[in-house]
């Protein structure tokens, strides 16, 4: 039975979740949704690597095969040091500069401030000398996304009032799993973007890995979330299952 292991504060990395279902990667899914920590923006380097740690210890106590790392700020900050500590393939998300940079010259960077401020993003940008990349401020926004996913006429006004300047602008980068939840009011917004998402590569990654190890794909996929807080409100656990299109288990363990 293929386990893969997905780490997020909240409900971002279930696009991610998503993405490898719909590309057919069938597997057992079990994923940590770190809600005692949400949310990680605002933490030190120190903090996260802790957290991390702790979350990847936790499933590869539970045997999964491969973990996706689907936050921006935790690989940011993270992935080196835990591909250090264990021993098998540890996927992280980053902003999808490559292939945006590819096709398109006024870009705009979604992201969160720890993101922006990284070495990893700073030194991805490095090799861009003709395209023009823009930052909005987008301080709060995975958070208002996570707290207010079903009342989309308020993520709108707030949207529009960061992004409507940008209106000349040909490209968008998503710098956190949680925008991929607004990509329809993006497009609203700026209709004329192209929006590139670090979904794609997390799948091609996943099935590399697969490819190396020998692994087999299962006969179905099944979704398990450990929210670390020991509680998911079931608002929110409908609401993923509606997104997923899947019935979901919760291990409703304190941890």
Same mark, same amino acid.
């Given at each position: ?13 279930? &696009? @991610?979740?998503?993405?490898?279902? +719909? ?13 005692k920590y949400h949310p990680y923006g605002g933490k030190s380097k120190g903090e996260l690597s ?14 999964? +095969? ?34 945006c940079a590819g096709s398109c010259i006024d870009i705009v960077v979604m992201a969160t401030p ?36 079903? +009342? ?30 607004? @990509? ?13 998402? &670090?979904?794609?590569? @997390? ?35 409908? /609401?993923?299952?509606? /997104? ?6 919760? +291990?409703?363990?304190?941890?």
């Amino acid at each position: 039975m293929l386990k893969i292991g997905v780490i997020d504060s909240g409900i971002g990395g279930f &696009s @991610v979740v998503k993405g490898m279902i +719909d590309a057919g990667i069938r597997a057992e899914y079990i994923y940590v949704f770190d809600n005692k920590y949400h949310p990680y923006g605002g933490k030190s380097k120190g903090e996260l690597s802790a957290i991390a740690f702790m979350n990847l210890n936790m499933l590869v106590s539970r045997g999964v +095969d491969i973990v996706v790392v689907a936050c921006n700020t935790l690989t940011s900050s993270s992935i080196n040091e835990l591909r250090k500590m264990f021993y098998i393939p540890i996927i992280g998300v980053e902003p999808a500069v490559k292939p945006c940079a590819g096709s398109c010259i006024d870009i705009v960077v979604m992201a969160t401030p720890y993101t922006l401020k990284g070495e990893k993003l700073s030194n991805m940008l490095l090799g861009y000398t003709e395209e023009n990349f823009y930052y909005p401020n987008l301080d709060n926004l995975a958070f208002i996304i996570e707290n207010n996913i079903d +009342d989309r006429e308020y993520m709108s006004d707030y949207l529009t009032s960061r992004l409507k300047c940008y209106s000349k602008c040909d490209g968008l980068v998503l710098g956190c799993t949680h925008y991929n939840f607004i @990509v329809d009011i993006i497009k609203t917004i700026l209709p004329q973007v192209k929006i590139f998402s &670090s979904t794609e590569g @997390v799948v091609r990654r996943v099935y590399q890995c697969i490819k190396q190890l020998k692994l087999s794909t299962n006969d179905d996929s099944a979704i398990c979330i450990i929210p670390t807080n020991g509680s998911l409100p079931i608002s929110k656990l409908n /609401y993923l299952k509606n /997104y997923t299109e899947m019935d979901i288990t919760v +291990d409703d363990v304190d941890i």
